[in-house]
């Protein structure tokens, strides 16, 4: 099956569904204090590059990046269950990293939550190295960032 991604200016039912299946995996592992997702009103800013995955016509993946001062973080990284394995993810990460060179920036990082085994494993086999918390994180109380995993990975410009 052909694999295509699509760029959105605007929150489609794609999106939507997708974002809504995310939240629904990661609400049964962490408390809502713990959840740092952005919501689909917020994944549509300027500063943010939002992408939707499509095997044949299916949506099967999304992800967003938000730049910032010096760095872009991941945001809403998400492949459905029987996609998983298939190449999105390792799709989606490498146009990430081709915006993120097209806008100058030499270091990609993200936060993930400590019950997200697969999601850390394919960012660490990606060059993602764990890292210190960083931008908004830093002034979350500490119960709210305990789960929380933060990686970050050197990309050419």
């Known amino acids: ?75 809403r990284m998400y492949v459905r269950p029987d996609a998983r394995g298939s190449g999105v993810a390792q799709a989606l990460l490498a146009r990430l990293e081709t915006e993120a060179t097209r806008h100058g920036i030499t270091r990609l990082k993200l936060e993930t939550g400590d019950a997200q085994l697969a999601a850390i494993r394919f960012y660490e086999r990606a060059g993602f190295k764990r890292c210190k918390p960083f931008g908004d994180y830093l002034a979350m109380p500490p119960p709210a960032i305990e789960r929380s995993i933060f990686l970050e990975k050197s990309i050419q410009t």
């Open 1 to 75: 099956m052909p694999l295509s991604l699509q760029q959105l200016e605007s929150p489609t039912d794609d999106a939507r569904t997708l974002i809504t299946e995310l939240d629904a995996e990661l609400n049964t592992a962490y408390s809502p204090a713990q959840r740092h997702g952005f919501n689909i009103a917020r994944l549509f800013r300027p500063n943010i590059i939002f992408l939707l995955a499509y095997l044949d016509t299916c949506p099967v993946g999304c992800v967003g990046i938000a730049f910032e001062s010096n760095f872009a973080e991941l945001k």
